[in-house]
């Protein structure tokens, strides 16, 4: 059903035009959302862009190359580091992320050389030990800001007149996100993008084929942390600070969620996975014992069983069982996470009333 | 400072904190070479297994023995549970899916932990403490240490002897080598793989156990102990049994080595870069017979 029949279709930059005709509304009404809306909207829809940016690179790797990463909050970190510290060196922003893509790539390209012996188990303890150890470095290293971080130079750069800080960098990262979808959807349609998925669906087979391992699971590596390590450098102004022990295990894993509950191996899934989570983690970070009385007919016993037997501060972990219950769910349920259900749906509807 | 003359001490601290790396090691190799899953959430299982044994004994008011039994019976509940629950549910199984399905589970597991029982870090108290030492030869052996040590090799050899003389442990191993003949040979494949995670939970938390008290009590406490337990599993060749065990001293040793000569504050680098360099020379560990993949 979703065949595509020629050569020159899978070639399209959009399926179809009405496609393309929504995202670039879609596109205009995000680009307008500075003129009208106030500064939480914007950093709320600035967190979910990074994530995305994050998501869709990670999803290069895991979704289109089939290999796993569990280290990308230290591609993640390096992006942000990276990016402060040139910044604050003199260096302008627009530079400095870009050098900072470089930085990350190069990291990710000397990651992804043990990746050609290892596979599955190994590749995901190897990847493991670089995010801890990227983050070790960062919080032990004196010139890298100790355990406090760097500070974070003022965000100068003007992209409209008289926009304040808040309205420069939602563009900014706005202009980077969708670079980042269109940079992505691109690879896929080329040479590259190809050799990336039949590395995935076999290895052995696209050896074969002339495709060199090599090159392509090194360059899969790389291209991931490029994108990975400019969104840690828009993080880095984002939130306005640099703090080494949020680059984490659980950052890891989180990117890694949004990408499988948005479905590995397309553009929109990630989208949907760090929408998701970005989301979720807005929401349960600030929950309070009080949400749960507005819970109907048992809020108040809930409330109270919790406050007999939970810690009150430890309230903001309860984001990580949601997001581990997700994940299990995802993989038990749907394996393909939302875009499987969003395939599913529109299977359905097209061969109604079948 | 006397260079040579503190070796056999740092070579002493560093054998006890592998032998705890060792047992996380045993617990990774349990699952991985009978179900081909890597455990991510081993460190965390063992965790809340040590939470749980510290509520018995302090809450509880039980003797010390009967409360580490307990966390140790929690732990094995929590493996199997885990297993039977989640794992076995899983729709269309790669390898990809099941190691997520381990980190969702580490997720759960870490969030309720922290939720329920806060970040601060808390003292298990034990009849042995950490001050108690004896010194012999010039080495300052601690209690608490001695016992370490001589606990994971107790176990370490139980293990040995339980997986390659009995015949749940014959029955393992078939199942990692073909599942669907060890099923046709009549032996009950998904219990099997029940009881490798209950095994691989209850010798994990007894490494939580170890951990608990030698440090503090808290939701990060088993991050940096699994991490060096993986690196242990890997330098043994992830299948091998005695290898785990090797690895899990040598890192240990490596890493008070390092401590002591260049810097402390980098030692958890130590385990990656031996894996790494590991790998780079001899992928297949050090005791573990070379994979071939087969087209």
Request: aromatic share 12%.
């Amino acid at each position: 059903m979703d065949m595509k029949r020629s050569y020159y279709r899978d070639l399209r930059l959009f399926d179809t035009w009405p496609l393309g005709l929504w995202l670039v509304v879609c596109a205009a009404l995000l680009a307008l959302v500075p003129f009208f809306a106030g500064n939480y909207l914007m950093y709320v829809l600035g967190y979910i862009a990074i994530n995305a940016m994050v998501a869709l690179g990670l999803n290069v790797l895991v979704g289109y190359t089939g290999q796993i990463s569990l280290g990308h909050a230290g591609f993640f970190a390096i992006g942000a580091y990276a990016t402060v510290l040139l910044a604050k060196a003199g260096v302008p922003i627009p530079l400095a992320l870009v050098a900072a893509a470089f930085i990350a790539a190069a990291f990710g390209f000397l990651l992804g050389l043990p990746a050609l012996r290892l596979e599955g188990p190994y590749l995901a303890v190897i990847t493991l030990g670089f995010g801890l150890t990227v983050e070790n470095i960062f919080a032990k290293a004196e010139f890298f800001g100790g355990a406090t971080g760097p500070s974070v130079p003022p965000f100068s750069l003007s992209l409209w007149p008289g926009f304040s800080r808040e309205q420069n960098l939602y563009w900014l990262i706005m202009l980077c996100a969708g670079g980042t979808i269109l940079a992505i959807r691109n690879l896929m349609r080329t040479r590259v993008g190809r050799a990336f998925v039949a590395i995935r669906d076999s290895d052995v087979a696209a050896a074969c084929a002339g495709v060199d391992l090599t090159w392509y699971k090194t360059l899969a590596f790389a291209v991931s942390a490029a994108f990975t390590g400019v969104a840690g450098g828009l993080f880095a102004f984002h939130l306005g600070q640099v703090d080494p022990t949020t680059f984490n295990l659980m950052l890891s894993i989180l990117f890694l969620a949004m990408v499988v509950i948005g479905g590995v191996g397309s553009i929109l899934g990630p989208l949907l996975g760090a929408v998701t989570i970005s989301l979720l983690n807005l929401k349960l970070k600030g929950l309070k014992l009080a949400d749960f009385e507005q819970i109907p007919l048992a809020g108040k016993e809930i409330a109270g069983f919790i406050s007999r037997h939970f810690m009150e501060t430890g309230m903001a972990n309860i984001q990580f069982i949601v997001y581990g219950g997700i994940l299990v769910l995802i993989m038990v349920f749907e394996p393909l996470g939302l875009y499987g259900l969003w395939i599913r749906a529109k299977r359905y509807w097209r061969t109604w009333p079948l | 400072m006397d260079i040579l003359g503190n070796l056999p001490q740092v070579l002493f601290s560093g054998l006890a904190a592998g032998s705890v790396y060792a047992l996380v090691a045993l617990a990774m190799v349990i699952i991985y070479r009978t179900t081909e899953v890597l455990n991510f959430a081993q460190g965390d299982m063992a965790m809340m297994s040590t939470y749980v044994g510290l509520g018995l004994l302090v809450a509880g008011g039980l003797p010390f023995f009967w409360a580490m039994l307990g966390a140790l019976a929690f732990a094995a509940a929590l493996g199997a549970f885990s297993e039977f629950a989640f794992l076995r549910r899983a729709k269309e199984p790669t390898v990809l899916g099941l190691i997520i399905i381990t980190l969702g589970i580490e997720m759960i597991v870490f969030g309720f932990a922290s939720w329920k029982w806060g970040g601060d870090p808390r003292d298990l108290p034990t009849p042995l403490s950490p001050a108690d030492v004896v010194v012999i030869g010039g080495v300052i052996m601690s209690y608490l240490e001695l016992a370490t040590i001589a606990i994971s090799a107790t176990t370490i050899s139980a293990l040995f002897l339980f997986l390659n003389r009995s015949k749940a442990g014959l029955a393992m191993r078939a199942t990692q080598q073909n599942r669907a003949v060890a099923r046709l040979m009549g032996i009950r494949v998904r219990r099997v793989e029940m009881g490798a995670w209950a095994l691989a939970a209850v010798i994990g938390g007894i490494a939580g156990l170890l951990v608990g008290p030698a440090t503090t009590v808290e939701p990060y406490m088993m991050w940096d102990p699994m991490m060096k337990g993986f690196a242990a599993a890997v330098l043994g060749g992830m299948t091998s049994l005695a290898g785990a065990a090797l690895g899990g001293a040598i890192i240990g040793i490596i890493e008070n080595l390092f401590g002591f000569y260049v810097s402390t504050a980098f030692k958890s680098v130590v385990p990656f870069a031996a894996i790494l360099l590991m790998l780079a020379i001899k992928p297949s560990g050090l005791l573990a017979r070379h994979y071939v993949k087969k087209v």
